[in-house]
């Protein structure tokens, strides 16, 4: 099993910014993929990003130039650094894990963080 920890989520104006993190445990071989979902209310949770363990990456077209995945393999962390954040960003993100092949459709991902809150105000 992998377990996953998110932080640093929160309250911010809009046009700023957020550093969020999520470690895993556990079985990290199992984390080849890792990406970071969000669920606003009322909608379906998406794929906002995702990261393998060679470091591609795949961002949604709408965070594209504000967002950036990065991952530290050495201490089992992935992060999603948002800048120029948005009302509309407002949402749970979720860390998540799988250790197949890329995918960008949350039903292929195995293993789920508890999700952190971002809000962004207007």
């Known amino acids: 099993q992998v377990q996953l920890v998110e932080s640093g989520g929160g309250l911010v104006q809009a046009g700023g910014s957020l550093r969020l993190s999520c470690i895993a445990s556990?079985?990290?071989?199992?984390?080849?993929?890792m990406g970071w979902f969000r669920q606003a209310p009322g909608k379906e949770r998406a794929i906002v990003t995702s990261?393998?363990?060679?470091?591609?990456?795949y961002y949604a077209d709408s965070v594209k130039g504000r967002f950036t995945i990065s991952r530290d393999n050495a201490r089992n962390t992935v992060y999603l650094q948002m800048n120029s954040l948005k009302p509309e960003d407002t949402a749970v993100y979720y860390c998540?894990?799988?250790?197949?092949?890329?995918?960008?459709?949350?039903?292929?991902?195995?293993?789920w963080g508890q999700g952190t809150q971002v809000t962004v105000s207007s």
């Open positions: 990261i393998n363990s060679s470091g591609s990456t």
């Open positions: 998540a894990a799988r250790p197949g092949v890329w995918s960008l459709h949350s039903h292929d991902y195995n293993y």
């Open positions: 556990g079985r990290t071989y199992s984390t080849r993929v």
